[in-house]
């Protein structure tokens, strides 16, 4: 048996309303509300079924197969209307593998299209991995399919690091048309976020699921690194890095200097030499006396100095690896 995107409410079998001891059942996308006996019985019931393990794309708690155990606001069941009505949890969450409603959404749970005459577009928006300490944008649209202007009542987020355009409480949404907002993403330590955004808009309630992952900030390589012998001296030059992989403005805190004498083992085998902080330029002193060639790498780098003179003041070889290894 394989079901999907529907309702079991309100059956009243004391046995309960699937039975899986002759086959195990395929159940997903389905809603299973106010039944008398159990939801699933019998020795082939799928492992996770009817277990809430998970959130799905409307933040409401599932099972791993995406089924609800709501309520599904159903318009008149008394008289046998099973239309839904707005704030139902069915409404989208059924499989988003299936052809779009005509509104542009996810279709139902259940067997009634509920056309959204207010939408927001989309309505969720996870910002991926972004370095901390930054802030990001994105767009959200929400449209007016309806007849009548609407107006946002209010719009609240729950936690700091997520943000949007205050503006737009109280604005109005033309009939048939549109309106843009920002969401904002700020994320300050190295870890998942989630938020769930309200927007009210003629006192009905929007969600929008905000997600994000803040990530360490990562200096773009350096660049344009010269090496001129002055005497026994290599005199080191490079350009500033100014930006970091994300295209985010940097001010590195230091440059780190590796060195050695010969490439064949890449740039993680060579050892550390020195720091420098504010400059873009080294100094080598003597290394013509003692080597015949010598191969450098320098590096951008964010953080705390100290430990670089910790490392310094090891007064022992260090390769590249170790060094990063230190440092975390
Ligand atoms: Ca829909």
């Given at each position: 048996?394989?079901?999907?995107?529907?309702?079991?409410?309100?059956?009243t079998s004391n046995a309960g309303v699937?039975?899986?001891?002759?086959?195990?059942?395929?159940?997903?996308?389905?809603?299973?509300?106010?039944?008398?006996?159990?939801?699933?019985?019998?020795?082939?019931?799928?492992?996770?079924?009817?277990?809430?393990?998970?959130?799905?794309?409307?933040?409401?708690?599932?099972?791993?197969?995406?089924?609800?155990?709501?309520?599904?606001?159903?318009?008149?069941?008394?008289?046998?209307?099973?239309?839904?009505?707005?704030?139902?949890?069915?409404?989208?969450?059924?499989?988003?593998?299936?052809?779009?409603?005509?509104?542009?959404?996810?279709?139902?749970?259940?067997?009634?299209?509920?056309?959204?005459?207010?939408?927001?577009?989309?309505?969720?928006?996870?910002?991926?991995?972004?370095?901390?300490?930054?802030?990001?944008?994105?767009?959200?649209?929400?449209?007016?399919?309806?007849?009548?202007?609407?107006?946002?009542?209010?719009?609240?987020?729950?936690?700091?690091?997520?943000?949007?355009?205050?503006?737009?409480?109280?604005?109005?949404?033309?009939?048939?048309?549109?309106?843009?907002?920002?969401?904002?993403?700020?994320?300050?330590?190295?870890?998942?976020?989630?938020?769930?955004?309200?927007?009210?808009?003629?006192?009905?309630?929007?969600?929008?699921?905000?997600?994000?992952?803040?990530?360490?900030?990562?200096?773009?390589?350096?660049?344009?690194?010269?090496?001129?012998?002055?005497?026994?001296?290599?005199?080191?030059?490079?350009?500033?890095?100014?930006?970091?992989?994300?295209?985010?403005?940097?001010?590195?805190?230091?440059?780190?200097?590796?060195?050695?004498?010969?490439?064949?083992?890449?740039?993680?085998?060579?050892?550390?030499?020195?720091?420098?902080?504010?400059?873009?330029?080294?100094?080598?002193?003597?290394?013509?006396?003692?080597?015949?060639?010598?191969?450098?790498?320098?590096?951008?780098?964010?953080?705390?100095?100290?430990?670089?003179?910790?490392?310094?003041?090891?007064?022992?070889?260090?390769?590249r690896e170790e060094f990063l290894e230190?440092?975390?």
């Amino acid at each position: 048996m394989t079901t999907k995107n529907s309702i079991f409410s309100y059956n009243t079998s004391n046995a309960g309303v699937v039975d899986c001891n002759y086959c195990a059942p395929n159940i997903s996308y389905s809603d299973f509300f106010g039944n008398t006996g159990i939801n699933f019985f019998g020795s082939l019931v799928p492992a996770g079924l009817g277990v809430i393990s998970s959130t799905n794309l409307n933040g409401d708690p599932c099972d791993v197969y995406y089924n609800i155990f709501l309520d599904p606001l159903f318009a008149d069941p008394g008289n046998g209307n099973y239309n839904l009505t707005i704030g139902s949890p069915c409404v989208d969450a059924g499989d988003p593998g299936f052809p779009l409603d005509p509104d542009g959404t996810t279709i139902e749970i259940g067997a009634f299209y509920f056309p959204q005459t207010i939408l927001l577009d989309p309505d969720n928006v996870d910002f991926g991995e972004r370095e901390i300490t930054f802030t990001y944008t994105d767009t959200v649209m929400i449209r007016n399919n309806g007849e009548e202007d609407a107006v946002i009542d209010t719009a609240y987020v729950n936690q700091t690091y997520f943000g949007f355009d205050q503006s737009i409480i109280g604005a109005v949404v033309p009939a048939g048309d549109s309106l843009a907002f920002w969401v904002s993403f700020s994320p300050e330590e190295i870890t998942g976020y989630s938020d769930m955004m309200q927007v009210i808009i003629d006192g009905s309630m929007h969600n929008l699921i905000l997600e994000g992952e803040g990530i360490e900030i990562i200096p773009l390589p350096v660049e344009n690194l010269t090496v001129s012998i002055e005497g026994a001296d290599a005199v080191l030059n490079w350009d500033a890095v100014t930006q970091s992989v994300q295209g985010n403005p940097i001010t590195p805190d230091a440059y780190i200097i590796f060195y050695s004498d010969s490439t064949v083992y890449g740039y993680e085998h060579y050892q550390y030499l020195w720091y420098v902080t504010g400059d873009t330029t080294f100094t080598h002193i003597g290394v013509a006396q003692f080597a015949q060639s010598m191969f450098y790498f320098v590096e951008a780098y964010l953080g705390e100095i100290g430990i670089l003179d910790e490392i310094t003041a090891m007064d022992e070889p260090i390769g590249r690896e170790e060094f990063l290894e230190i440092l975390k």
